[in-house]
């Protein structure tokens, strides 16, 4: 497994990470004991950075990681994060960057995956209420009592990012990055590089739409939240469909896979991006991990700049996009 380094504080993971996310929620019913083995096998194979976060669920996804990890503790870079508030029913409350909530954050965390230290703490997404030096000086306060490694932030703006790094140390930014979503790389990547910070691109997949797998939302469960997306909604899934074609047609000229294609585009970004697709599937995470063997030459990358340029993709990321870039 090729390793790659996110910041200049010495956190080195696999270049190849692993969401966790849909095990829990959002993509529709999944089976923990499957979750759990998926997590097991990416081990086996090299992954090192696992991807949760204590709203995914809420809550029963760190719980679910705690248990997958607890015979294999030293193998894992466990992230998570915090910020996005929610009730064990469910019930969001907002976003919340209080200091006395980063640090009673950290602790239910601690407590669900059952360490003694998290290795990369994020802040979920910026709470435009609370200034950003007041939660990263909280979060760096986590550090300095041996709770936490690492600092990283999730879909912050420019400023905020270069508000939080003159506090403590920011190893990494967390935010969507693939052929569909590339708006990182007019200002935040730059930005990113600039200051010697790690990125880390979840939804490499584009939620799985780049993999050729889903043609209509009648496919997915009552309950999986793309169908409430508006890149999945009626005249935009349509044209977004030949973004998955053009994929698809050179996974086919390569004798792979679409989704080997889309995280290998990723992977070429640089050295300090780190794709995080997430799985609840063994076929799926073994595929996905084929893409370090999968290697994109300039024809390659010509091909998809041609068929699939920046902003190419119809309908918002999200339907609320003002949590974004705050």
Not at 57 to 82: D, H, M, Q, S
Not at 127 to 155: C, N, W
Not at 162 to 191: F, G, N
Not at 288 to 301: H, Q, Y
Request: aromatic fraction near 6%; include cysteine.
């Amino acid at each position: 497994m090729e390793l790659r380094a996110l910041g200049g504080e010495g956190l080195v993971v696999s270049a190849v990470g692993l969401g966790c996310m849909g095990m829990s929620e959002f993509y529709g019913p999944s089976d923990e004991d499957e979750s759990i083995a998926v997590i097991h096998r990416a081990l086996d194979l090299g992954i090192t950075l696992v991807d949760t976060a204590d709203m995914y669920g809420p809550f029963t996804n760190e719980l679910l990681v705690g248990r997958a990890i607890a015979e294999r503790r030293e193998e894992v870079v466990v992230a998570t994060k915090f910020g996005n508030q929610r009730l064990p029913d469910g019930t969001r409350l907002g976003i919340n960057g209080r200091p006395e909530y980063v640090r009673r954050a950290c602790d239910a965390s601690l407590e669900r995956l059952g360490v003694e230290v998290i290795d990369l703490y994020y802040q979920h997404r910026v709470d435009p209420s609370v200034p950003i030096e007041e939660t990263v000086g909280a979060m760096s306060e986590l550090v300095s009592a041996g709770k936490v490694r690492f600092l990283g932030l999730s879909e912050a703006g420019l400023a905020t990012i270069r508000r939080a790094h003159a506090v403590h140390p920011i190893s990494a930014l967390q935010t969507e990055y693939s052929l569909w979503s590339r708006e990182c790389e007019d200002e935040v990547l730059p930005t990113v590089r600039e200051l010697g910070i790690g990125f880390v691109a979840y939804s490499p997949l584009g939620r799985g739409f780049l993999t050729g797998g889903i043609t209509s939302t009648e496919q997915l469960a009552e309950d999986d939240v793309r169908r409430t997306s508006p890149r999945f909604a009626p005249g935009n899934l349509e044209t977004n469909l030949a973004l998955a074609r053009a994929v698809g047609a050179l996974a086919e000229r390569k004798g792979c896979t679409p989704a080997q294609v889309a995280i290998s585009w990723v992977l070429s970004r640089g050295d300090d991006v780190v794709p995080i697709p997430g799985t609840r599937r063994l076929a799926h995470l073994d595929d996905n991990l084929g893409a370090l063997g999968v290697e994109l030459g300039a024809e390659d990358l010509d091909f998809l700049e041609a068929r699939i340029p920046k902003g190419a993709a119809l309908g918002e990321r999200y339907r609320d996009m003002g949590p974004i870039g705050r």
